[in-house]
């Protein structure tokens, strides 16, 4: 198994492997170039990331953004970012249509081994999937393996550990479910 195979899926994996060190540093250059394009261009801007993500349509992404491999990424319709999103998809983000996120906003599929001298050679990562009409509010960190169910709300300067469930209005440090929509 190849270490690009074993980051896709999930297990522990060799970060600076030639292949996977050349589509990062492939993927910094799209995210480079987007965040210095003429912020009147929006068109031909969000035209350099589709070259990179999968955007199912409709996507608007305010620069700076930044991630690690980029084909990991799906956006769905009427996608819409505020500056600073940053995501991290050695795994993938799957994340549903009518999704707005504020600014500030960290994504994070990969993580690392608790024994210090594994976390020398090894990381891994946790799929991650946001659904349908999300408002993810600014200064959110979502980590490994989280699931954000549909028509959710998340409350700004939340650390998101656990899945959230449909119809919900969650926040905190640990983000937590607090009432229905």
């Not at 190849?2 to 060190?21: F, I, Q």
């Amino acid at each position: 198994m190849t270490e690009k195979e074993k980051m896709l899926a999930g297990l522990p994996y060799n970060s600076w492997d030639d292949v996977l060190l050349g589509e990062r540093m492939f993927a910094k250059s799209i995210c480079q170039r987007f965040n210095q394009f003429d912020p009147t261009r929006l068109d031909e801007r969000m035209s350099l990331l589709s070259s990179l993500l999968l955007i199912k349509d409709s996507a608007h992404i305010e620069p700076n953004f930044f991630c690690d491999y980029g084909y990991n990424i799906e956006l769905g319709s009427n996608f819409y970012s505020n500056h600073n999103l940053t995501i991290l998809d050695v795994c993938r983000v799957k994340i549903g249509d009518n999704v707005f996120i504020g600014p500030q906003v960290m994504i994070s599929t990969a993580t690392h081994p608790l024994n210090g001298i594994e976390r020398r050679s090894i990381e891994y990562g946790v799929s991650i999937s946001i659904g349908n009409d999300v408002w993810i509010g600014g200064n959110v960190s979502i980590l490994p393996g989280v699931k954000i169910g549909n028509n959710c709300v998340i409350g700004a300067g939340s650390v998101v550990t656990k899945a959230i469930p449909d119809n919900s209005v969650a926040f905190g440090n640990p983000c937590k479910v607090q009432h229905a929509v």
